[in-house]
């Protein structure tokens, strides 16, 4: 389906549009004028569509894709988070102290036996522990954690495709 057919109706994107946000996932730093001899359309409509796509917020943003290990950020990690209690003032609580955590990098909530699942980068085990879960496990919201190290990772670079190690 590389036509872009199995987007969503509600999503409501022309086939024009598609190929911009394909040709952007691939390189967003490219020029207008590129991404337009790329999708086949004139430049002013190219730059046009792109504005509506920011506006309309399809476009969030573009964003600089840094190795965490030219950073000496080597280990990567999910923890597994299961909170005393789920209301939203707890809740609340736990996600505000994971903002201040400079390693925790995403927050998702999740089902099953936890409640949340952090991506967490840290140049060691040390670190991670000193920095993540011994301020996670002092929380009075957190009732207990579940470390598991990432070995091999990879994502797509959008929602349309790529792929890109990490």
Do not use: K
């Not at 199995?6 to 967003?28: F, H």
């Not at 490219?30 to 991404?35: I, Q």
């Not at 000193?130 to 990772?153: D, G």
């Amino acid at each position: 389906m590389a036509d872009g057919s199995w987007i969503p109706q509600q999503a409501a994107l022309s086939e024009q549009e598609v190929r911009i946000l394909r040709a952007l996932a691939d390189d967003a730093r490219t020029t207008n004028a590129a991404l337009a001899e790329s999708v086949g359309i004139p430049a002013s409509t190219c730059l046009m569509r792109v504005q509506g796509l920011r506006e309309r917020d399809v476009v969030r943003g573009f964003h600089a894709d840094v190795d965490r290990r030219a950073l000496g950020l080597g280990l990567e990690v999910l923890v597994a988070v299961e909170l005393a209690e789920q209301s939203s003032a707890a809740t609340g609580r736990f996600l505000a102290a994971c903002r201040t955590l400079d390693r925790v990098m995403a927050a998702m909530q999740v089902s099953g036996d936890h409640h949340y699942l952090l991506q967490v980068y840290a140049a060691s085990t040390d670190e991670l522990l000193a920095t993540v879960i011994a301020p996670l496990e002092a929380l009075p919201e957190v009732r207990r954690t579940n470390t598991t190290i990432v070995f091999e990772h990879w994502r797509r670079q959008s929602v349309l495709g790529g792929m890109a190690a990490t």
